[in-house]
Nanobody, 127 residues
Framework: QVQLVESGGGLVQAGGPLRLSCAAS????????MGWFRQAPGKEREFVAA????????DYADSVKGRFTISRDNTKATVYLQMNSLKPEDTADYYC????????????????????WGQGTQVTVSS
């Protein structure tokens, strides 16, 4: 059983930064790609960013490209999302997730490919 625990959410002013963390349990963290998704009130959960198991490849939603950076530390079994230049439209609950297929390097933006999810952390960006 894999557990994912997000942290780092909070209230931030527009233009400010925030860094989310997601700590994973289990010894297989380094075998899997990881992703971040978000869900705003009344909207569907959407892809934000993903990173392959060794960090060599990343993918981002167009809405966050150039502002958000995903990274991981396999020694700590943790994935991060550095969010800069935040906008009010970034307000949402943010979830990390583990991809279901070991070593997957493409198609990481599809929500259906992930099998373990964290409980989410809330991010509110004030204008």
């Amino acid at each position: 059983q894999v557990q994912l625990v997000e942290s780092g959410g909070g209230l931030v002013q527009a233009g400010g930064p925030l860094r989310l963390s997601c700590a994973a349990s289990g010894r297989t963290f380094s075998n899997y790609a990881m992703g971040w998704f978000r869900q705003a009130p009344g909207k569907e959960r959407e892809f934000v960013a993903a990173i392959t198991r060794n960090g060599g490849n990343t993918d981002y939603a167009d809405s966050v490209k150039g502002r958000f950076t995903i990274s991981r530390d396999n020694t700590k079994a943790t994935v991060y999302l550095q969010m800069n230049s935040l906008k009010p439209e970034d307000t949402a609950d943010y979830y990390c997730a583990r991809h279901s297929i070991p070593g997957r390097i493409y198609g990481l933006a599809s929500r259906g490919g992930y099998d373990y999810w964290g409980q989410g952390t809330q991010v509110t960006v004030s204008s």
